[in-house]
């Protein structure tokens, strides 16, 4: 059996655990071996559909230390004006270069794809077997860094949670593009940001939106992907998003209040306005794709689907027809499925979460860079605070509430703060650094921003006793 030595054996070469090694590469002499099941670096999109795409701006995604795009604004289609979104394969590839360039030049990584993490014992010794010749690798490490806590499950590889019948036409939306002949209809499975895609994909191939049936067990409040742009022409958006953000929460009489003042100011978004949201995934859309979307009308609300039969789906509440020649697109899986939080330092062990909310790139390049300049574990933990994954509506006081303590925490450390202004990551920091004095508008909005975040802080503790009392 081969037996290695390292600093960090890092489980999971996804978006985290390579925004994670990167800035231990960059800000360390440690070593690394990461082991991942998968061929490549990039972990799920190496299985995501064809015509995925980021649903936040390139600017801000991959690792600390390599640009992923050229930072172009998108002109035409439903991202027209706002920044580009890499595509699944330009992600996929940039995670490559990133191995290949920069990782396995340094001398210091060891990569593994093709393997299976077997676990790890008390002694500090971790196995792995390759999945294509079996044979087995100990590994004595000083830490452990499980990147694969957060379970993202994609519907490729997920099982659905319903039944379906043998003759039924059914397909993970990945197999979209292979449709050789055209279906009588379509019936989406899912409301979140796959189903959003796979409508959005329909419509732009002609299909009749009368022709899709939207199985939508709960709507979405959605996140204005024009709010989320890192660059300083979109100052006025981002920053005043922000603001308007807190002065909603701050004002607010309750928590319903606050969600109508959230939406009334442009924060979050619906499609169909005539129904209340229950869910908040942290899903990104712009108005355009809005737009499109409420072309299709026929929206079934009746719960979940338990069962498809050939002439029916059954649901919580209640059965729709089906037919043979429907087309049934699942897109059920939960992006992230595992919404169990733990400290992030334990011992030897590093469990990167979310540390901001919607990012998990920066979070995992923070945590490192914590794990990189700090000794005391219980200085690290305050300063990684977990950021609950959002699902129900409520769930965006948690989470908001957990990210602002951080963002005060940060703002208290002097060489955090610089930290972050230089991380490519945080686009926002800069964005708030960049205006001067003399810019008498933008000055404004960053008052109001200041001036609204201990009244928003204290508003989300209050409804948050309320919602738990
Ligand atoms: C369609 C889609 C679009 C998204 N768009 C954005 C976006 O625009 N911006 C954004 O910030 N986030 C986005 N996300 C969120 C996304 O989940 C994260 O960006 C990120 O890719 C998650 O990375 P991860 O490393 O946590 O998980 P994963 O990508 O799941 O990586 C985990 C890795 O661990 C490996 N692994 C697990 N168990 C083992 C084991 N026992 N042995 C060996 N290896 C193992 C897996 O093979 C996998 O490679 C999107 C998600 C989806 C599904």
């Known amino acids: 059996m081969t037996e290695l030595q390292t600093d960090y054996l890092i489980i999971g070469t996804?978006?985290?655990?390579?925004?994670?090694?990167?800035?231990?590469?960059?800000?360390?002499?440690?070593?690394?071996?990461?082991?991942?099941?998968?061929?490549?670096?990039?972990?799920?999109?190496?299985?995501?559909?064809?015509?995925?795409?980021?649903?936040?701006?390139?600017?801000?995604y991959g690792v600390s230390s390599r640009e992923l795009g050229t930072g172009q604004i998108e002109v035409g289609g439903l991202n027209d004006g706002l920044g580009e979104l890499?595509?699944?394969?330009?992600?996929?590839?940039?995670?490559?270069?990133?191995?290949?360039?920069?990782?396995?030049?340094?001398?210091?990584?060891?990569?593994?794809?093709?393997?299976?993490?077997?676990?790890?014992?008390?002694d500090n010794v971790g196995t792995f077997t390759s999945l294509i010749n079996g044979k087995?690798?100990?590994?004595?490490?000083?830490?452990?860094?499980?990147?694969?806590?957060?379970?993202?499950?994609?519907?490729?590889?997920?099982?659905?949670?319903?039944?379906?019948?043998?003759?039924?036409?059914?397909?993970?939306?990945?197999?979209?593009?292979?449709?050789?002949?055209p279906p009588e209809g379509f019936v989406v499975i899912?409301?979140?940001?796959?189903?959003?895609?796979?409508?959005?994909?329909?419509?732009?191939?002609?299909?009749?939106?009368?022709?899709?049936?939207?199985?939508?067990?709960?709507?979405?409040?959605?996140?204005?992907?024009?709010?989320?742009?890192?660059?300083?022409?979109?100052?006025?958006?981002?920053?005043?998003?922000?603001?308007?953000?807190?002065e909603s929460i701050a004002s607010a009489d309750s928590i319903e209040d606050m969600f109508d003042k959230l939406e009334a100011c442009g924060y979050f978004l619906r499609i169909y306005k005539d129904t209340r949201p229950q869910m908040f995934h942290g899903a990104t859309i712009s108005q355009a794709?809005?737009?499109?979307?409420?072309?299709?009308k026929n929206v079934v609300r009746l719960g979940r689907v338990s069962a498809i039969e050939r002439d029916k789906i059954a649901l919580d509440r209640g059965d729709i027809p089906t037919t043979p020649k429907t087309l049934h697109i699942d897109c059920s899986a939960r992006a992230i499925a595992n919404v169990e939080l733990k400290p992030i330092f334990q011992g030897d062990l590093i469990t990167p979460q979310m540390v901001r909310s919607y990012q998990p790139v920066f979070s995992a390049a923070f945590i490192a860079h914590i794990e990189a300049t700090r000794e005391d574990e219980a200085?690290?933990?305050?300063?990684?605070?977990?950021?609950?994954?959002?699902?129900?509506?409520?769930?965006?006081?948690?989470?908001?509430?957990?990210?602002?303590?951080?963002?005060?925490?940060?703002?208290?450390?002097?060489?955090?703060?610089?930290?972050?202004?230089?991380?490519?990551?945080?686009?926002?920091?800069?964005?708030?650094?960049?205006?001067?004095k003399d810019d008498t508008e933008k000055m404004?909005?960053?008052?109001?921003?200041?001036?609204?975040?201990?009244?928003?802080?204290?508003?989300?503790?209050?409804f948050l006793a309320q919602l738990d009392g």
């Open 14 to 60: 996804g978006a985290m655990g390579m925004a994670f090694a990167d800035v231990v590469l960059s800000e360390t002499d440690a070593t690394m071996v990461l082991v991942d099941r998968y061929a490549k670096p990039g972990g799920h999109w190496n299985v995501a559909y064809p015509f995925v795409r980021l649903h936040q701006p390139s600017a801000f």
């Open 86 to 122: 890499a595509s699944g394969a330009e992600v996929s590839a940039y995670f490559d270069a990133v191995i290949r360039q920069q990782f396995l030049p340094s001398g210091r990584v060891n990569y593994f794809p093709m393997s299976n993490f077997d676990g790890a014992s008390d």
């Open 136 to 181: 087995t690798t100990r590994v004595k490490y000083k830490k452990l860094v499980d990147c694969t806590h957060l379970k993202t499950s994609v519907p490729s590889t997920h099982t659905p949670n319903f039944t379906v019948a043998d003759d039924v036409r059914f397909m993970p939306l990945n197999d979209l593009p292979k449709i050789s002949e």
């Open 190 to 246: 899912g409301a979140g940001k796959t189903g959003i895609d796979v409508c959005l994909w329909l419509l732009e191939h002609g299909v009749d939106p009368d022709d899709i049936r939207w199985i939508m067990p709960r709507d979405a409040w959605l996140i204005d992907r024009k709010n989320t742009q890192p660059t300083i022409e979109f100052f006025g958006d981002t920053m005043e998003a922000q603001a308007a953000q807190f």
């Open 289 to 296: 794709e809005v737009a499109q979307l409420r072309r299709i």
């Open 379 to 436: 200085e690290k933990n305050r300063l990684c605070g977990v950021v609950p994954l959002p699902n129900h509506d409520t769930d965006y006081l948690r989470f908001t509430a957990a990210f602002m303590m951080n963002q005060y925490n940060w703002g208290q450390d002097k060489e955090i703060r610089s930290w972050l202004l230089e991380n490519r990551l945080d686009g926002f920091s800069k964005l708030a650094k960049s205006i001067t």
């Open 444 to 462: 404004a909005i960053m008052e109001r921003l200041r001036a609204n975040s201990f009244p928003a802080m204290a508003k989300l503790q209050g």
